[in-house]
């Protein structure tokens, strides 16, 4: 499952997609000043967008909260639940990596890069909890099953106002995207 993904693209394209999508950001610590981070992994902090009061701010949260159990939560399923009262986010990226088994010679997990096919910048699906995000995940779509028997939930760039203010069906948000909405490159070994 997602343990890492990447934000290379700068603050302004974070914000024009949010605008883009009728959704104005405040940044109530301050514009934040994002370096381009190629390995965002649990624990981490990194830039979520979660409404408020005020309307859609941008906060910089760490990756995770702890369960019960002292264990850190860092996807969460998505499949028949309803997020209707619970703190939504969007979590922005321009791609997430999945491992499978090495290869033949290799001691390391072979490395796997996701990105959408038709934009530069997606969100991933989150909640809030502890001051904190988790990313949802769903059932694999045909471009990550040859991967992974799950996925987080990506979506395109003019969803993120639905997920925020849930218009519409959960349903139709929480779903892997058709064949063909992901690239996948091999990372390692190169």
């Known amino acids: ?8 693209l700068p603050i302004a ?30 624990g981490d902090r990194a830039p979520v967008i979660r ?24 996807n969460f399923r998505s499949d028949d639940r309803s997020f209707a009262d619970v703190q939504r986010c969007l979590i922005p990226a321009d791609g997430f990596f999945e491992f499978t088994a090495a290869e033949p010679g290799q001691k390391r997990k072979t490395k796997w890069r ?3 096919a038709d934009a530069p910048l ?19 779509g045909a471009d ?14 003019e969803e993120g106002a639905a997920w925020l203010d849930l218009r519409g069906s959960e349903r139709d948000l929480l779903r892997p995207l058709p064949a063909g909405s992901l690239n996948v ?6």
């Not at 859609?56 to 939560?73: D, K, T």
């Not at 997606?122 to 694999?140: C, H, N, S």
């Open 13 to 42: 394209d974070i914000v024009a997609t949010l605008v883009e999508d009728g959704v104005a950001a405040a940044f109530p610590e301050g514009r934040p000043n994002l370096e381009p981070q190629e390995s965002i992994r649990i």
């Open 51 to 74: 409404t408020s009061e005020a309307g859609a701010e941008l906060r910089l949260l760490p990756w995770s909260w702890r369960s019960p159990q002292g264990r850190p939560v860092f």
């Open 185 to 190: 490159e091999k990372v390692f070994p190169g």
């Open 144 to 157: 990550i099953a040859p991967y992974h028997d799950r996925q987080i939930v990506v979506l395109r760039p």
């Open 114 to 116: 996701f990105s959408l």
């Open 122 to 140: 997606f969100w991933i699906a989150g909640l809030v909890r502890q001051d904190a995000f988790a990313m949802l995940t769903t059932e694999p």
């Open 1 to 8: 499952m997602c343990n890492e993904y990447q934000l290379k």
